[in-house]
């Protein structure tokens, strides 16, 4: 018959089947690790979506460009911002652009000192004003002209009349190149007159210097000249009486001489 196992043989064989539980488990980790790292490594790297243009997209939209209308505005009334004139031209059609031009500033310093009032609201001298629809801006340029802003009596504008025009083939865009070629010539009479101004400065520049060395030569030759006066005041000779020639013999030699010759 088979002798039963002993308490600490039972314990050693409990020791040894967890210790090989945990190295099977250990060595499971570092399989499970190894194929995590490769399968990371082996990712594919994911490329960045690049986003194309929608070319129908950018036809509709010129398309949209080209079936607008502007109108021409030749005279802003006083108290007339764009918004202004957005709102009242607004129940005609769909505006999508005004542009007006400000008063100049010299022509606005003129008129306050006429006036005597400082300040005020700001005006606008002309303006352009888009439709979304050119038959509209056409219909509106044909109807509004020479006709009254307002037929209220209390409006701001009662008694003004709208002057305005519609510009057939005329685009948003010849405005901008108009208004981007008169700054540009602005900006170079800036220039040119900044130019012109520092060679006057110079030239002023170069004759003041030119001057103060002409005053120092001028002042540096008086006082050389007074001092010189002094000095010959200061050791002046006066003869008060003719000098007398103390040898006669010389003044017969010379009176032989002359008979002589």
């Given at each position: 018959m088979k002798a039963s196992p002993t308490m600490e043989e039972k314990e050693e064989s409990q020791d040894l089947d967890v210790r090989s539980g945990n190295d099977?488990?250990?060595?499971?980790?570092?399989?499970?690790?190894?194929?995590?790292?490769?399968?990371?490594?082996?990712?594919?790297?994911?490329?960045k979506k690049i986003k194309k243009l929608d070319l129908s997209e950018v036809e509709d939209f010129n398309a949209k460009l080209r079936r607008r209308g502007v109108c021409y505005i030749s005279h802003v009334p006083p108290q007339m911002g764009p918004n202004k004139v957005k709102t009242l031209l607004s129940d005609f059609g769909t505006v999508?652009?005004?542009?007006?031009?400000p008063e100049d500033p010299s022509a606005r310093k003129r008129r306050?000192?006429?006036?005597?009032?400082?300040?005020g609201s700001k005006r606008y001298v002309e303006g352009w004003v888009e439709y979304e629809d050119r038959k509209v801006a056409k219909r509106v340029g044909m109807c509004l002209n020479n006709t009254p802003i307002s037929n209220f009596k209390r409006s701001i504008h009662y008694g003004q009349m709208w002057n305005i025009k519609f510009l057939r083939k005329f685009?948003?865009?010849?405005?901008?190149?108009?208004?981007s070629y008169e700054r540009?010539?602005?900006?170079?009479?800036?220039?040119?007159?900044?130019?012109?101004?520092?060679?006057?400065?110079?030239?002023?520049?170069?004759?003041?210097?030119?001057?103060?060395?002409?005053?120092?030569?001028?002042a540096r030759k008086k006082r050389k000249k007074s001092d010189a006066e002094g000095y010959?005041?200061?050791?002046?000779f006066r003869q008060n009486k003719p000098m007398e020639d103390s040898e006669p013999s010389t003044k017969a030699a010379v009176l032989g001489s002359l008979l002589k010759g």
């Amino acid at each position: 018959m088979k002798a039963s196992p002993t308490m600490e043989e039972k314990e050693e064989s409990q020791d040894l089947d967890v210790r090989s539980g945990n190295d099977e488990e250990n060595v499971a980790v570092e399989e499970s690790n190894d194929d995590s790292e490769k399968s990371h490594n082996e990712r594919p790297k994911k490329k960045k979506k690049i986003k194309k243009l929608d070319l129908s997209e950018v036809e509709d939209f010129n398309a949209k460009l080209r079936r607008r209308g502007v109108c021409y505005i030749s005279h802003v009334p006083p108290q007339m911002g764009p918004n202004k004139v957005k709102t009242l031209l607004s129940d005609f059609g769909t505006v999508t652009r005004v542009y007006l031009v400000p008063e100049d500033p010299s022509a606005r310093k003129r008129r306050q000192q006429q006036t005597g009032k400082k300040g005020g609201s700001k005006r606008y001298v002309e303006g352009w004003v888009e439709y979304e629809d050119r038959k509209v801006a056409k219909r509106v340029g044909m109807c509004l002209n020479n006709t009254p802003i307002s037929n209220f009596k209390r409006s701001i504008h009662y008694g003004q009349m709208w002057n305005i025009k519609f510009l057939r083939k005329f685009q948003w865009s010849h405005l901008t190149e108009k208004v981007s070629y008169e700054r540009r010539v602005k900006e170079h009479k800036l220039k040119i007159e900044m130019m012109q101004v520092k060679k006057e400065n110079a030239a002023y520049k170069n004759l003041v210097e030119r001057g103060q060395l002409m005053d120092r030569i001028e002042a540096r030759k008086k006082r050389k000249k007074s001092d010189a006066e002094g000095y010959a005041q200061k050791f002046k000779f006066r003869q008060n009486k003719p000098m007398e020639d103390s040898e006669p013999s010389t003044k017969a030699a010379v009176l032989g001489s002359l008979l002589k010759g």
